[in-house]
């Protein structure tokens, strides 16, 4: 285990672990999340279904040579079938189908094109739930919303953990001296169960010079944030941040413009946002990959509420025993 952190390795929440056009009915993906093996699939019909990889029959991983057969999985090795539930549905070489031949299944739900997954560390049912939909993206049955242009998709492995990442959007100095943003706002925040608000009033660089706005961040545990930026035109990214294993995470970002002013000018707009949040997170990629981070750090009056950050982060853990004790 990385020694730079204090908290345990993988947190608990929904994340992102594809996008929901990959994966076509008929489709079968090895995934590695969590610190897991995984098999994302579509059977014939259209339902969706993760899995734990390997086979209870000899371990092949189904992820690797797998197929679909109508609504089930066959491993590529002996041909057993498993259902969207997991459950062994066919041996063609067994008069009887073992009792316990049963695969583990991930809790999903797609959103956006995305598909979210739950994790948690003592194989607990969700806590907490996130938006059945995103209005600038569209609605819950996959019809675009034709005011926001079609979304940008960036994506980036970082070897940090989710909770250094999130602290950024309370981490208000950091925005003037590592950035170079002009000015220096506070930000305030609220919590609301497993749903930080984090709202600031901020300027936004652009090729026509400071703008003046603001930004708002949702974030649902540490996997999904939707952050609202209001300036010349409105503007989103929905950010989610997946952990890999112990010591990286999977960073996605999807942009989308509001067309208030014109296809034209919002497509011109979206690019230089792109490139300056591109360029700030790039600029955060070595800090993150080279702090450490404190239990208790030295805060002053100027560092924004990253005390209520850090009170709204021990919910996503399963912490150990002992520390469980000492809190």
């Known amino acids: ?59 092949a991983h189904l992820g690797h040579g797998g197929t679909i057969k109508g609504n089930s999985i066959e491993c590529p090795f002996h041909a057993w079938q498993f259902g969207t539930d997991g459950r062994c549905t066919a041996v063609p070489y067994a008069e009887h189908l073992p009792r ?58 970082i070897r940090t953990r989710n909770q250094e990442m999130a602290e950024n959007a309370v981490d208000t100095a950091h925005f003037h001296y590592l950035h170079g943003t002009t000015n220096m706002p506070q930000s305030e925040a609220s919590i609301d169960g497993a749903t930080l608000r984090v709202y600031s009033g901020a300027g936004m660089e652009t090729p ?11 974030n649902y545990g540490f996997g999904l944030a939707i952050v609202r930026f209001k300036g010349i035109v409105e503007t989103l990214n929905v950010a989610t941040t997946t952990p890999i294993d112990a010591d990286n995470v999977h960073l996605r970002f999807n942009f989308s413009v509001k067309k208030t002013a014109g296809a034209e000018m919002a497509r011109g707009v979206g690019k230089a946002f792109v490139a300056e949040v591109t360029r700030q997170l790039e600029q955060d990629i070595p800090i993150w990959e080279n702090k450490v981070q404190y239990e208790k750090p030295l805060l002053c009056d100027g560092d924004g509420p990253i005390a209520i950050f850090r009170r709204w982060c021990t919910q996503f853990y399963s912490w150990p025993d002992e520390q469980e004790a000492a809190q």
């Open 100 to 157: 316990k031949a049963k695969l583990p299944t991930w809790h999903i739900k797609e959103l956006a094109n995305m598909v979210m997954c739950w994790h948690h560390a003592d194989g607990e049912p969700p806590t907490f739930d996130i938006p059945d939909e995103i209005p600038e993206w569209g609605s819950q049955d996959g019809v675009r919303n034709d005011e926001w242009t079609e979304f940008v998709h960036r994506e980036w492995k």
């Open 1 to 59: 285990m990385d020694d730079r952190y204090f908290t345990p390795p993988i947190p608990n929440g929904w994340f992102q672990i594809a996008a929901s056009d990959e994966i076509k009915p008929g489709d079968v993906k090895p995934l590695k999340y969590f610190g897991e093996d995984l098999v994302i699939w579509r059977s014939e019909e259209g339902e969706l279904s993760v899995l734990d990889a390997f086979c209870p029959h000899l371990g």
């Open 208 to 218: 026509r010079g400071t703008v003046d706005g603001s930004i708002e961040s949702l």
